[in-house]
T-cell receptor, first 114, second 116 residues
Framework: AQSVAQPEDQVNVAEGNPLTVKCTYS??????LFWYVQYPNRGLQFLLK??????LVKGSYGFEAEFNKSQTSFHLKKPSALVSDSALYFC????????????FGGGTRVLVKP | GAVVSQHPSRVICKSGTSVKIECRSL??????MFWYRQFPKQSLMLMAT?????????EQGVEKDKFLINHASLTLSTLTVTSAHPEDSSFYIC????????????FGSGTQLSVL
């Protein structure tokens, strides 16, 4: 069975500083990997995904993530965080052969302070 | 991008009553929709996969008679929480699949259910 770990419950960062949200996964076979963001009382919004090809994936709102197969990681990054980036971030994994059943990590709350 | 509309956004009901939550894909047809449940400060847990015109597939531990799912059309799936109890209070989120090579999931804005 697949699993996703987001080791940090919360990440605090000053506005303008780099932001990193960590994600590691466990899945048999090659995975599809996703990042979603959730604002208060809202559904999830898609940020980016890794399917195949270039390990560095660029997504919405200036976010990017790097797929590292040897470390089974897919950390989310943003070079310069904004206060508006404060939200709950979820990493998700889906084996390529598993239909559309996503497995989500526990989520990481990001707080960007002015 | 594709829009998924979920209603109501918030509902408060008495214990023992049933609550219906609707999930609509507004500008695309969704052959597959998913229902998730999210507890406070926790991740989303997949409850069931809903395919248009067929019975939903429930995840282990999810009571199908408790959480009735109907996907009668390509743009609408409903989740009915029957005989709700306080432990059913949670945030419920639906998502709809846009297929093809570049398949994506689009999520509704969620429904906060509070059972008194």
């Amino acid at each position: 069975a697949q699993s996703v770990a987001q080791p940090e419950d919360q990440v605090n960062v000053a506005e303008g500083n780099p932001l990193t949200v960590k994600c590691t996964y466990s899945v048999s076979g090659n995975p599809y990997l996703f990042w979603y963001v959730q604002y208060p009382n809202r559904g999830l919004q898609f940020l980016l995904k890794y399917i195949t090809g270039d390990n560095l994936v660029k997504g919405s709102y200036g976010f990017e993530a790097e797929f590292n197969k040897s470390q089974t990681s897919f950390h989310l990054k943003k070079p310069s965080a904004l206060v508006s980036d404060s939200a709950l971030y979820f990493c998700a994994v889906r084996p390529k052969a598993a239909g559309n059943k996503l497995t989500f990590g526990g989520g990481t709350r990001v707080l960007v302070k002015p | 991008g594709a829009v998924v509309s979920q209603h109501p956004s918030r509902v408060i009901c008495k214990s023992g009553t049933s609550v219906k939550i609707e999930c609509r894909s507004l500008d695309f047809q969704a052959t597959t929709m998913f229902w998730y449940r999210q507890f406070p400060k926790q991740s989303l847990m997949l409850m069931a996969t809903s395919n248009e015109g067929s019975k939903a597939t429930y995840e282990q531990g999810v009571e199908k008679d408790k959480f009735l799912i109907n996907h009668a059309s390509l743009t609408l799936s409903t989740l009915t929480v029957t005989s709700a109890h306080p432990e059913d209070s949670s945030f419920y989120i639906c998502s709809a699949r846009v297929g093809g090579i570049n398949e994506k999931l689009f999520f509704g804005s969620g429904t906060q259910l509070s059972v008194l």
